[in-house]
């Protein structure tokens, strides 16, 4: 549109005139009135009107919002080879790379590298003595290459170097990803003789150029070789294949590791260690695992169904798994959950577990997620962090689709309905943003429930939306039209269009581009005599934040009494709308989204009537769910019975979800049955919920149950909450029981024990807790150190400062898990808060000053480990204590 310049300064010169026309009548002035011919001549004495200077009009400023482009390519990164050995006591990697490049188009003189904390000792062309000139800032590698190279021209560079990544790195990272060092010495001094050394790499986002220079970018890719020069008695692994191992003179061996097919620099990976290595084999490929050595008979456990899968996904997608062999690792004090590198994929220690401890608690998950990512994130990469969905979304998926295929739809949806509760959690806590985000603030952000989270749950609505031959199809087409290349959402939009032949703009937009999800209201009329039923749903999402209208495609089933269902398929495309239906008869319940695909918050008004009919009749796993959990909240005496009914629910989750609903005062005769359930239910979730619902009885004849389970059973889950029933029961039993078992290696029975010994208050038992953190790590750690705080506070003072010393060594050491570091010093900041307050309830002057001075001496102690900490997750929340 184009502004009419004359006519807006008009409207000015009203305005002002109207303005003193309004001041002239409010002070009694006589107006004068004239006529456009009168203006040349007029001349006017009086009254006499002061003039009033028009304000300046205000500059609007205008300002284009953030944006993250893809990098630009001025070089073509063809190809690295790196020759690396290690410095353990320096923590430092000396290099030898040589890269191949080429003009990525236009012609140019200039390389830009990226090499974070490097010492540059050599840097020459290939074929000559010549050092090339070159300007270094400590994080790019700005090269002059003496001549310029035209498109298509290759020359390769020689670079040694030393990389100091414990010195230079470790400053930032994410949530997600904990630290952006990029390699890690573990135990590099030997020093821990419960922990062995180790070297392993966190590539993700642009780290690895810690250890490596290089292109550090998604959209850039080369082929690889790397050699690896340590001591013989360490296994190494890399990406691609183990071409050759030479032993040394010198007490050394090089390995040789060659990856012929481009993938991106930050999918390069090195892992150093005294692994055990199982080996294995999927259609003549090698399939690999890498553990520690008293975990190797249980590593085909770790990584069960690995080979199954390999087959599921390469089927399922059309397109065989592209690369040359699939190896796994476990590490110590990882800064992830796991990093997909190509053929190398690295996981946390929190996956090393016992063949028992692994019952009904595999590594699925993890697993087919870091698996998938060898199509998509790796074989197909997002071109930048603002498009990382395109990596995590379909590896969420995966997860889903392993399930859906080994478990049972039930199960399927019970991870989703996981999923979309952690992306509504983070929607709602930590703001929203679009999936392809290049707004974003720091690239670490991308790593979010966004990405990941309802990057999945989108895939599933197109999945529906499509149907699976064309959603299948479509991938398929997807993945072969873009092998080794970077892509963005539009990618995969063109591929589902050229399959199923519809313009699905509106579908990308909405969920790619756009904010939010929609929040449904849903309400429900009936009119007998007109035979109609109508559902009338509000979108009530902040217009302001989120599209003011989803367009959302789904079905709404209709029952009759019988159980008799009808589906009508509508189309909602307006903010209030009123899908209206024939009926014959009112209907039993009326099921909007029926299939419970749709990514939203919803009220759905229906009645405690309906939640009943919806439990005993839902068609899938979240009709059930969300009937137990809105009669959850009710007083209607009939929930209870559907609370019974789903100890009889096909799948286990729901049976659980039963346990822990039922009221035991409103259905003691229930118990028999929960004991039963106890021993014979074959998921071990659902007998350990059966003890702990078994526990609140406190009634004694069910004691042989929980023991026959404490000797008997095979899952530590069971044996847990079967101590906690036995407690519950008779508490000096339970604490002979849990003196037999402190020795015990599993976290769950390790934290039982804890939890007996906490309630029954006997300090002789902090011996306990000093000597066994080493056992618990994750979520398993908040409730040993709870219990082991409870424990202290019975405590005399002398027994509370050896503790608190011992914490302290816990809490400075950098080698111990975050997770026991946490614990350990919110335990001494608990006890301090206990002095005090004990100081503040106290009127004797003497042990108050002595209460003050015990809280005083444990503030020292924190303020040292403050300190220490190299963690910035752990350093903020330890400068809110």
Partial sequence: MKINFWLTGLLIISTFFACNKSKQAAQNIPVVAFEQRDLDTLEVSAPKVEAVEAPDPVEETYTLPPYNPTYTLRNDLIHTKLDLRFDWAKQQVIGKAQLKLKPYFYATRILELDAKGFDIHSLKMEGSNKDLKYEYDGQVLTIDLGKAYTAGQEYTINIDYTAKPADTGGKGGSAAITSDQGLFFINHDNSDPNKPMQIWTQGETEWNSHWFPTIDKPNERCTQETYLTVQDRFKTLSNGLLISSTKNEDGTRTDYWKMDQPHAPYLFMIAVGEFAVVKDDWNGMLVDYYVEPEYEQDAKAIFAHTKEMLTFFSDKLGVKYPWQKYSQVVVRDYVSGAMENTTGVIFGEFVQQTKRELIDNNNDGIVAHELFHHWFGDLVTCESWANLTMNEGFANYAEYLWFEHKYGKDRADSHRRSELQGYINSANQGGIHPLIHFEHGDKEDMFDAHSYNKGGLVLHMLRNYVGDDA????????????????????????????????????????????????????????????????????????????????????????????????????????????????????????????????????????????????????????????????????????????????????????RSKGLSLLDENKTPDLFSKIAKLAKTDEHSVVRAAAYYKLA?????????????????????????????????????????????????KSPSIINAVGDIYASNGNTSKLAFFREHMSRVDGYAAVNYFENYFKLLTNADQAKVKENMLALREVGVNMGESPWRRFGAVKTMNDMRGT????????????????????????????????????????KRIYNSF
């Avoid at 909450?721 to 003196?739: G, R």
């Avoid at 100081?839 to 303020?863: F, G, H, P, Q, Y």
């Fill in 835 to 874: 002095y005090l307050d004990r100081a503040d309830n106290s009127s004797d002057e003497a042990v108050k000053k002595e209460l003050k001075d015990n809280a005083e001496a444990i503030t020292r102690m924190i303020s040292e480990v403050k300190a220490k900490e190299t963690n910035q997750q752990l």
């Fill in 696 to 744: 609140e009885s406190k009634d004694q004849k069910f004691i042989p149950t929980a023991k026959y389970a404490i000797d008997n059973d095979q899952a530590y889950r069971v044996i847990s909450a079967a101590l906690n029933a036995l407690n519950a029961f008779d508490s000096k039993e339970a604490a002979q029981y849990a003196s037999k078992l402190e020795n015990s």
């Fill in 471 to 654: 959603f299948f199809a479509a991938l398929k087409k997807y993945l072969n039209t873009h092998a080794y290349t970077a892509v963005e959402a539009h990618d995969l939009r063109l591929a589902f269009e050229d399959v199923t032949g519809e313009d699905l703009n509106w579908f990308f937009n909405q969920w790619y581009f756009s904010a939010g999800h929609p929040i449904l209201n849903i309400n429900y009329d009936y009119d007998l005599t007109a035979g109609k039923v109508k559902v009338t749903i509000q979108q009530e999402q902040d217009p302001n934040a989120n599209p003011p209208i989803f367009v959302l495609p789904f079905a709404i089933d209709i029952y009759n009494e019988k159980g008799n269902v009808t589906r009508h398929e509508v189309l909602m495309n307006q903010r209030k709308q009123v899908f209206s239906f024939d009926i014959s008869e009112k209907p039993a319940l009326v099921s909007v989204d029926a299939d419970r695909v749709l990514l939203c918050e919803k009220r759905d008004n229906q009645t405690d009537e309906n939640f009943i009919f919806q439990y005993h009749n839902g068609k899938n796993y979240l009709s059930r769910y969300e009937a137990l959990n809105a009669l959850g909240g009710s007083d209607n005496p009939a929930a209870q019975t559907v609370f019974a009914a789903a100890l009889n629910d096909s799948y286990w989750g729901l």
